[in-house]
Nanobody, 118 residues
């Protein structure tokens, strides 16, 4: 069983930065990837960024170089550095652990609120 706890959300002004953290407990397979998703009110959950077990990354198109995902494997922690935040980045941000083997479960954190004021 894997448990994920996000932190680092908050209220910032447009143009400012935040760093989200996701602390994972439990056994995470080496091939598992980790990611950040977000969900704004009235919208579907969307991918923000993912990083595979080998370190490859991909980002949602809206990121446009503003965010960086990275992981500290020895400490089972995932980060999302968000710069140049915009009001449209306002959402609940969720941490995810996924296993490329389809019979294995995904895990989700409880989410952390990010609010960007204009």
């Amino acid at each position: 069983q894997v448990q994920l706890v996000e932190s680092g959300g908050g209220l910032v002004q447009a143009g400012e930065s935040l760093r989200l953290s996701c602390a994972a407990s439990g056994r995470i397979p080496g091939i598992a990837g980790m990611g950040w998703y977000r969900q704004a009110p009235g919208k579907e959950r969307e991918l923000v960024a993912r990083i595979t077990g080998s370190g490859a990354t991909n980002y949602g198109e809206f990121v446009k170089g503003r965010f960086t995902i990275f992981r500290d494997n020895p400490n089972n922690t995932l980060y999302l550095q968000m710069n140049s935040l915009k009001p449209e980045d306002t959402a609940v941000y969720y941490c995810n652990v996924y296993d490329p083997r389809p019979w294995m479960p995904d895990y989700w954190g409880q989410g952390t609120q990010v609010t960007v004021s204009s």
